[in-house]
């Protein structure tokens, strides 16, 4: 059993599998039919998550408990798995795109395209929190002292994530299907 496969029976849950099938009920057909249309999203997609890495490896450099960071590393982990689901599933057959070499088919790229707005948010949620910590740990060697952190709490956050995650596939497949072909 590979790595990615552990990490994803670690971290899939039935949200994930239902919006994994459901970017490729949404996109499977037009992945097949030009899959170089898409290797700008993955792209981006998997930028959004090496951008998360950094701030996670950061956050984690300032001492921050493991409880608080998490929830973050979990949610980065399920946008990982997603990516590299291809490797074990053989959904399609041989890759499609290689993208900052990563090989990817179908399921992978309508991976990339469902939870594309998950990987920007996590980006956005991590960055602030780097920062928030990072202006404690400069505070505390300045001897000041900040007010209570304002940021939520990271956890229990799943209502959260798949409301948005139903939005954005939603709200793409509906700009997709729109599209002149």
């Known amino acids: 059993m590979s790595d990615w496969t552990v990490l ?10 239902r919006l994994q099938q459901a970017g490729l009920v949404a996109y499977a057909d037009q992945i097949l039919s030009q899959p170089a249309r898409f290797r700008a999203h ?14 996670l490896d950061h956050i984690r450099q300032l001492g921050v408990p493991d409880a608080r960071i998490r929830p973050l590393e979990t949610r980065h982990a399920v946008l990982v798995a997603g990516l590299h689901t291809d490797a074990e599933d053989r959904v399609e057959g ?19 395209i469902a939870a594309y707005q998950y990987a920007v948010h996590l980006r956005e949620q991590t960055a602030l929190v780097e920062r928030e910590l990072q202006a404690r740990v400069e505070a505390s060697e ?22 948005l995650g139903g939005l954005a596939l939603a709200a793409g497949a509906l700009a997709w299907r729109g599209r002149p072909a």
């Open 8 to 17: 994803r029976q670690r971290v899939w849950t039935g949200a994930w599998q």
């Open 42 to 55: 993955v792209e981006r997609f998997v930028a959004a998550l090496r951008q998360v890495r950094t701030s």
């Open 94 to 112: 041989p890759p499609l795109l290689v993208v900052a070499g990563i090989a990817v088919g179908v399921a992978a790229i309508a991976w990339a």
């Open 142 to 163: 300045q001897g000041r002292t900040l007010q209570p952190s304002t940021l939520p709490e990271q956890t229990n956050a799943k209502l959260g994530w798949l409301m």
